[in-house]
């Protein structure tokens, strides 16, 4: 038996007392994965990104673990919730324009303590004050890095369109209105290189888009080691007691981790491993997190129809946003439809052994976006499910 057979045995036997669909974590490829991801970070805390997470007992469970420290969220409501719930340190790593949860955070010493803010225009600046109503707190604050390499004179671009904040000079007259601005105090700066970290470089039957990228990646770091290093003692110039610079992700924590200017690495689908992580060169690691989808049709020799599935991923709209069937393996869509809203054909020989309620397993694109499918997610050990936790969405919390 082949271990990705193995694996569906055992998710079966654990999961045959529940009617899909159902969501799974795989303690122990989780914990393994975690472990990974310690050894590559290379003595440098990580901070766990819970939007690829989006379960509050996994962030526990990985924030127990030596070598995480802190978590990356992704709106303020979520933080201020997180905050209230325990956690003394939440970066939120995309400004925010919510007034009352500004008025929440200014108003609360424990929330303002607990909660970084990330601002990279003056203009948040005068949005968040005009919001205190009355709050006293000081807000932390985190400036953020533009991470794109530009070619070409600047004519082309290549990474997220996120921050202004490109050059140090720039950096530093944002960090000067901090310092000065009462009520506020500069923390941290931040620097994430999702060209780097999120895109794959071994794009399979691709051998010559995977050698671009890779040396795409590989100018956009030596890029980035120089003006991040730059940038960092431009603002540590401004606020010599800056706490934290934070930068890198999953697919490039080994990388950013050995620049002495960073302190701490950002990660967090590296945890679940969804299917768009599968193609990278510096790193191999277990999936983690399935859904399931139970046959309930047999149209004919070669297919079976599942309920649902049809769950596709942010991002450009393309075939790799979509999950795809992982076990029992040999299942692919039929072209003509697709993974559908109730109910999706697969096609393939594996078909022929389903029978009505068999289970098939299913990978997302992306990691913690499956949570806002389900209500709770099934924690497996070994052939048991031992524990059942609820996502953000079981408690009731969709942030975005």
């Not at 819970?50 to 303020?76: H, W």
């Not at 929330?111 to 225009?121: E, G, H, P, W, Y």
């Not at 048991?384 to 079981?394: I, L, N, Q, S």
Request: with cysteine; proline share 6%; glycine share 10%.
């Amino acid at each position: 038996m082949t271990a990705r057979a193995a694996h569906r045995t055992r998710y079966d036997r654990a999961t045959a007392h529940l009617d899909a669909p159902l969501a799974v974590v795989d303690l122990d490829a989780f914990d393994a994965n975690a472990r990974d991801l310690v050894r590559r970070a290379g003595g440098k805390p990580i901070r766990v990104a819970s939007k690829s997470v989006r379960c509050r007992a996994l962030l526990e469970r990985v924030l127990e673990r030596p070598g995480f420290c802190g978590v990356m969220s992704f709106t303020l409501g979520e933080s201020l919730w997180l905050a209230r719930a325990g956690f003394d340190d939440v970066l939120l790593a995309y400004p925010s324009v919510d007034r009352a949860g500004f008025a929440e955070l200014a108003a609360d010493q424990k929330l303002a303590a607990a909660v970084t803010v990330m601002v990279d225009d003056h203009a948040q600046l005068e949005l968040i004050d005009a919001a205190r109503a009355g709050g006293r707190e000081e807000i932390r604050v985190c400036l953020e890095l533009d991470t794109s390499l530009r070619l070409l004179g600047g004519r082309a671009r290549i990474g997220a369109r996120r921050s202004p904040l490109r050059t140090p000079d720039r950096l530093a007259e944002l960090a000067r209105s901090v310092v000065r601005r009462p009520g506020f105090r500069l923390v941290g700066l931040m620097a994430y290189e999702g060209h780097i970290a999120g895109v794959g470089d071994a794009v399979a039957g691709r051998p010559l888009r995977s050698r671009a990228i890779r040396l795409m990646q590989a100018t956009s770091r030596r890029e980035l080691v120089v003006r991040r290093a730059e940038a960092v003692r431009a603002v540590r110039a401004v606020a010599p007691d800056l706490e934290f610079v934070n930068g890198g992700g999953t697919g490039s924590v080994q990388y950013t981790a050995a620049e002495r200017a960073v302190t701490e690495i950002a990660a967090g689908s590296g945890l679940f491993v969804p299917r768009l992580f599968d193609h990278y060169t510096s790193f191999a690691a277990r999936p983690a997190a399935l859904f399931a989808q139970p046959v309930v049709r047999r149209p004919g020799v070669g297919v079976v129809t599942v309920l649902g599935g049809g769950y596709p991923a942010s991002g450009p709209a393309g075939a790799d946003r979509l999950p795809v069937p992982y076990l029992p393996k040999g299942l692919r869509y039929d072209p003509q439809e697709g993974p559908g809203e109730v109910q999706t054909p697969l096609l393939g020989s594996p078909a022929d052994d389903l029978l009505i309620g068999d289970k098939v397993w299913f990978r997302h694109a992306k990691a913690g976006e499956l949570c806002e499918r389900f209500d709770v997610l099934r924690l497996i050990e070994g052939d048991r499910v031992t524990a059942t936790v609820p996502t953000y969405r079981g408690e009731g919390r969709t942030f975005l």
